[in-house]
DNA sequence: CGAATACCTAATGATATAAGTAATAGAGAATCA
DNA sequence: GGATTCTCTACCGACAATATCATTAGGTATTAA
């Protein structure tokens, strides 16, 4: 498998390979590094989704696109005048050679999409240094008539991490959505941007609790969109924002439970299993108040004793409950199936709900397209 | 005299030495152990204590300790005069009669330790139930405060509260003290309301909760309350009854009843009715008992109120209170000129010790009177208001905040009534006690005066930090409270009514006087040994309610314009607003949010040109009479005022050495050094602040002085779409600027302060108590204006005493006035010279200093040359100029004092002879020394055409490396000097600006590589250091292992607790104080206020231990030598100050100063100090075991690894081994190997354990992993033996099991195995350094050094073993980029052990004493 | 009275906050598997 | 226990982040046995 067989698509370079083409640490969930799309297959219904029409001949910015992945389906989706890759990590810089060679009109710059110099050097009328190749062609980008024109000769595509650098140069584009500053003097300039859930959740709140002082700021300035986002629940207060491309596609940096064994997972999970008995206590309480109607207590005090049949069922349904409740917690992937059919139902259909719960949370990139 | 002083004090010694819990001495209740914390060893008592136990019986004391017998005998023996209570000098009579040598290190065993726990102590749980914190300090400090409020019922909450810590904590003194006290407590409320029911309970209290339900026998002292409270019962027959009731219970327990008798709550005639009532035989008194009684009638000595405990206080004698406070209005009133009313001779101490005694007590009463003035005429006159003085609307807000204080004070008795349980009122109950302590309006003035000190303190322009300001006013308003209660300890007539007599004892005799402060303590009232502090949570939530409370109440007046009818103008009319004063809110500091009190700019305003008129000068201020001599660690200094003679950053490990050592009377030598410094008078030059004044007033910026509006160019703010970087320059800017003006406005304020204590001191002669940092070194306690303050507070500053310049005196100031003109590095004669060519331009400065030619306005320090000048013109307009009296004190400055340390340790001839350590025609100066050798190294560089030496050739100069070499002695990295350098290099246009942060990165490592080279034997050293405190702070005491359980997760784990400690020459134990800071939220009215907790004792910082501790020690020798010539310069009769390393005196007395500062630093490292610190590490850290990182890759580390491996497998089924176990495992071999059993040794022998392998593979020396080189270059581990090994041979061959499981004999083997000498491996320390003298530059070797090598060699082995690919390092940068060569090591555990000393240099100290610019 | 449960509150722990990091290098500490 | 990444970068005087939400621990009230 080479490298290059990505860009191609082909089928064969699974997810799994591609992960293990980022290090370790990238995937650890310390790690702020910006993450790296690796399911190439969701691209096109993100792609779809999105109303890109318009984007002919165009320039795209795109910064840090480590593997590559999205960079190439919208690479081969808008085929664009210029795609320039600006990706400072010489860990990558194999596969962006790859890419440059594999795609007519990339161009690979191992530069900093954070530093304004980049950019500077990119748009100033003289020759650009050394980093950048002496062939390089400068893109001549025009301002539109109207600076509330959406301006379709250039696009800004990226991964963001979790960095204290990757927010703050959120907050930057922000703000120069508000001056008309940088790029965005050219009109107003699509940013199509993977940001980890703390970020999105910033400019695109939950609840009105949650609500703060980047949120009102945004919101006067640019448009943003959810475009797409993982299956991840997401723990806390707040409407779920469920994703609108279909969920099971969406797996994006996440370490698959499957590859954790068993025994491995438990001394993982051991404190959690310690520090989360309460929940786990209620939520059973909950459920088998709803499989079991009528023989669980209605009353504040001591429950009534049960005949010893329904006490017995009682006692069954819980263990059983139990076990499932705490699959969920461990987040086991495979419920068990220890548990009828009907009740089964009951269960799944607060699967979800419980997962909440138990927030099930993974390092997980948001989608979100921004309008200026 | 002696007996009646014995007696008074033994009860004292006793309890104190109980009071830090001695394992020498037998608890008081059998049931109880004593606490952990315990003295590592028996103490011996040291000849100090020894005499102070002595009884009275007794002949005086062996005449140990020359000091005190000279002083004590002193005291007898001498007849003295009464006329010279205070005499200016004490030439004839030298007070202390203290060596010139440098103490001879302690003794071993003698050694302060102090262990600390085992594990990070668990934060303390403040879980309060109905408002009783289970915090110890705190409810003891709220059990204290409740007992002086006599609110009893709370007291009794808190005692209950204190018990069950008590007995937790096993702290039998605290909880028999805390029963005492409130058993006493009880008795007085009986005898203030005769009421039968209260005397009832206190018999109670004792029978029922005492001994039934804490099983509390009670000390003497509880059975002297008791048998008080049986004399009180009104029948006569129960009274005996419960007399002898108590009296046979006491005896049964085995004790002397005359214990109970001499016990000071009872008075004599108390006693004697006892006696008498009982029929105890008067022969069952002692004799002490009889001896006090006779001399209680005839006392001379002893001031009335020791022989009458309840005395009342009596009147005033002298002339009288009226006219001492009105001395003090000059203090208060500036137009008032003191001692016109009263015909007042102002060398009648008792008079100036009244005034001291008005200036602490009431300060605050004297400011709000001076407001209250304010009003009233403001009042009279019709002044409108927003013009009026600040004066008169601090007594607004003052007379708002009264009212609101009582009220508050009403909710806090009903919450502690009630006990409910509402918001706020759990607070209530908290700081309510603390609150009533103190009157309200003193409270109210408190807190506007602090809050507006603290503003100009540490204000950040409009606004000062929440937590900050809530936390200092707690602390003031427990300061206050302190004062208070040692103003009643020591009554009213503590000071007045001594005869003159015991007033010169004060100021002579330590012990005296030490004694007779703990007389007035135990017989004022019965009391903690110590008044408990009150803890952080008390101080922040009454600050937090106090400032609230003033937040609510304070408004200021503000003009504004009405806005005119249309848009945009103005009308004419003005209205006024009140405006709140201050807010509280929120700001954000790099995304953090920070509570903030913002003032209204118009205070702020007013702040910076209102004349604050003593408005805000709170405690602390300069003494009008020599401060009291230090006695202990917390006495000394202010009369009532508490002050800590270490300034310790509330560390409880700190806490215990200082008190330990002062209580063994280590720090006597210290605190004689600390009173010399002390009792140097000095006034304000009238002159100077006339000046001062002048330009103040004139509002411009002049002479370091700053503008009222200074003109600000803000940068022009670029277009909004400019481009960012651009735009964010701009920000970054106008962020600089802004910053650039509040300190501006900060430093006015500060001048505003320094201003008005000077007119309050105008016409007085005043004095600055001292105390230290932890390291020695010496601080005025007053803030604002001292000597070691700025240019203009040293300006303004002179000595009182004015003394005969004479021929040398005048050439000195001559000397003085250039150095201070900035022409301080040529010889002593050009100096002169220079200042003679500069006649006319002193003459004109002096003359007219505003309107003449300002020639002292180009100095560095203006308003001290300026001091100069006027003394210097005065003098030469004399007839004879050698007949001037100069007040001005001449400086003495070291160079580079840190360096001169390190040159005599290390004994470098070429440091020495840089930092004028070697005698010489011309001063050396260090910076341009280094400055050259850097120079001709670039030089070289720039020949071969190494572009960024071509670039700097002609560029190095002494500015650009002056502050690295400075900053060098205070452990700085490479990169802080490189920015350093970097700054520098800005300076220079000639260079392009983009290659700056190249450029300082080359030359740098020059500068580095210089430094190292001039001084090797220093470096040496400074190496040497780092390595003891890394080895110290990662290391275990050997029964840490008894407490492996973390409390936290319950599982075994290591913790390293121990800080590095040492003893200064001075016998000042030093305890780096750095550790993890467990930070603590209280909540409070305001806002929660996030502080660290002082309680707990972390594990340590181990690099904050490391690369502070050369600078530490080596300013904890500077200390030393400072106090030491403080010393021997005042029993020379000189008056001295200092300034850690600049030493000041009268002009005459400028040569005898320098001689004595050579003899004294000859005589301080004439003994060998680092040998002697190594010495004390040694014992001090006797059989720990430290970690140590030792090269993997080696066949000493596979040896290890597999031995790990067997042991692990052997013992524990299973392959690795964790950190505890490995230590476990060492430990156990070491005790076995300390056992007395032969068998138990002959295991331990055979024990293979790491340490084992590693010691026989030639140990730390060959095989640890050389780090902190990059400062100053060698390696420590290069010292010593020469066997550094490359082991290709061996590579990757696993030592033959046998072997290392052989007897022990072959060790030798091992060693040889490891060490085929490779050639240039072999590096003596001698040899290292002469080698890189010569051939510094040269490609080939290139100052590489024996370390370095070994990191480069383990490098190549792990090539070898194709771990590591190389990589090209390309443009990659981040987490990703390819990685170093990584150097696999392995932890060992081995037996703490302090490398071998860096052989010293051929400088001899001695030289010194000839050379004349050591100190100029 | 003890037992079992729900409810309530205090205590603890985690997280967000703002918004240019600018670029050096080296050692010690922290973290995760 | 080991590898990797993060943190911090000159001493002392000198000293500091907070609000809010999620979760649990632990106590009290309530009920039924």
Known sequence: ?372 | MLRAVGRGIRRQIVRRSSGVRLTSGAPRIPWLCPSPYVYHKPIRWSSSNARAISLPSETPPKHTDRSYSTAAAALELEDIDTSAIFPPLRRDAAPYSIPIEPLEPLDPSQLLVFEPPAAPEEKCMRKSTAGVSSDKAEVLATFNACIKVGVLARAQLMLEQITKNCIEERDTVVLVDAHNIFLKALLDQYSDSGNLSELKVFFMWFENKMRVEYSIKGDATTFALLLKGSLNIPAAEASKRYLAEYINLWRYSGRNIVDVLESAVLNNEEVLKIAKICHLRIGELSATCREMMKEQRKSRLEPPILAVPDAKPTPVKGPGLAAVKSSLRSLIDPDHMPFQEYDINLNDKEFQIERQKLLEEHAFDSARERWKRDFESLSERGVIKQDAEINSLLWEWHQALVPLIHEELKRVQHAEESGTKAAGAVDRCFYGPFMRVIEPEKLAAITIIELLRTHTLNGVGAGLKASRAVLQLGREVELEYQAQEVAKQRGEGFFANMSKAELETIFRDRSAFRNLISKSKSASDLDFEEIPEWPNTVKVKLGGVLISMLIHVARIPVEAAVPGLTEGTESSEKIVQHLPAFQHCYEYQRGRKLGVVKLHPELVKRLGTDDLNFTAIGKSLPMVVRPLPWTDWDEGGYFYTRSKVVRIRESVEQRQYVKAAAERGHLDHLFAGLDVLGRTAWRINRRVFDVVLEVWNQEKAFAKIPALNPDINFPLEPEPNADPKVRWEWAREMKRVNTARKNNHSTRCDVNFKVEIARAFLFEEFYFPHNIDFRGRAYPIPPNLNHIGNDLSRGLLMFSEAKEVGETGLRWMKIHLANLAGYDKASFSQRVAFTEENIENIHDSAENPLTGNRWWLKSDDPWQLLASCFALNEALSLNNPHEYKCHIPVAQDGTCNGLQHYAALGGDVAGARQVNLEPSDLPQDVYTGVAELVKASVELDAKRGLPAAVALKDLVTRKVVKQTVMTNVYGVTFIGARNQIENQLKCIESLDQKDIPALSLYLTKKVFDSIQEMFTGASAIQDWLVTCAKRISRSVRPNQLEHLKDPKTGEDSVHFMTSVVWTTPLRLPVVQPYRQVASAAISTNLQTVYINDPYVIDKVDSRKQMTAFPPNFIHSLDASHMLLSALNCDASGLTFASVHDSFWTHPSDVDEMNRILRDSFVALHGKDIIENLKAEFEERYKGFRTLVKVIANTPCGKRIKLARRNYAIENLGRPKLTAVEDLQWELKRWALMQSHDHDDRKIAAEMVTPSVILEKYGGLKVNELAENTGKLGLSVNDYGSPSLGDQSGDEGSIVDQEDILGPAEESDDGYEESAPLDEDMVLGGMEEGSRMLGTAGDEDIDLDDASTKKRSRARKELDEDGNTIPRDNGSAKGTLKPKQAHIATLNVWVELKFPDLPPKGLFDVNLLRKSEYFFS
């Open chain 1, 1 to 372: 498998m080479t490298a290059a067989s990505i860009f191609r698509r082909s089928a064969d370079e699974s997810i799994a390979h591609l992960r293990s083409l980022i290090s370790p640490y990238a995937l650890s969930r310390r790690s702020k590094l910006p993450p790296s799309l690796v399911n190439w297959q969701i691209c096109d219904p993100i792609m779809d989704k999105l109303n890109l029409l318009a984007y002919k001949k165009t320039t795209i910015i795109d910064m840090n696109p480590n593997l590559g992945v999205f960079s190439a389906a919208l690479h081969e989706r808008l085929q664009p005048k210029q795609h320039i890759l600006l990706e400072p990590e010489e860990f990558y810089g194999d596969r962006m050679r790859e890419f440059q060679k594999t795609y007519k009109n990339s161009w690979y710059i191992p530069l900093d999409g954070y530093d304004w110099n980049t950019y500077n050097q990119l748009f100033s009328d003289n020759p650009p240094p050394p980093p950048w190749p002496d062939n390089f062609p400068k893109p001549r980008i025009q301002a539109t008539t109207s600076p509330d024109d959406v301006n379709s000769d250039l696009l800004f595509v990226g991964h963001m991490g979790k960095s204290e650098k990757s927010e703050r140069l959120i907050a930057q584009f922000i703000n120069c959505c508000a001056l008309g500053t940088w790029i965005q003097q050219y009109g107003r300039v699509r940013f199509l941007l993977w940001v980890p859930d703390s970020i999105k959740d910033r400019y695109l709140p939950r609840s009105i609790a949650s609500r703060a002082r980047p949120a009102a700021s945004a919101e006067a300035v640019v448009d943003i969109t959810e475009v797409a986002s993982s299956n991840v629940i997401r723990t806390g207060r707040g409407f779920q924002k469920l994703p609108e491309i279909n969920p099971d596609n969406v797996e994006v940096e996440e370490k698959r439970l499957t590859s954790i064994k068993p025994q491995e997972r438990k001394v993982k999970i051991k404190k959690k299993l310690v520090i989360r008995q309460k929940m786990v206590e209620d939520e059973i309480k909950k459920l088998v108040a709803e499989l079991c109607p009528g023989l669980t207590p209605t009353t504040r005090g001591r429950p009534k004793k049960l005949p010893s049949k329904e006490q017995k069922k009682l006692e069954e349904t819980r263990a059983r409950v139990r076990e499932l409740v705490e699959a969920i917690r461990n987040e086991e992937p495979i419920l068990p199936a220890s548990i009828p059919c009907k009740e089964r139902v009951t269960v799944l259909n607060r699967c979800d709900e419980i997962r909440r719960r138990f927030e099930h949370k993974k390092g997980a990139e948001e989608e979100a397209e921004k309008i200026p």
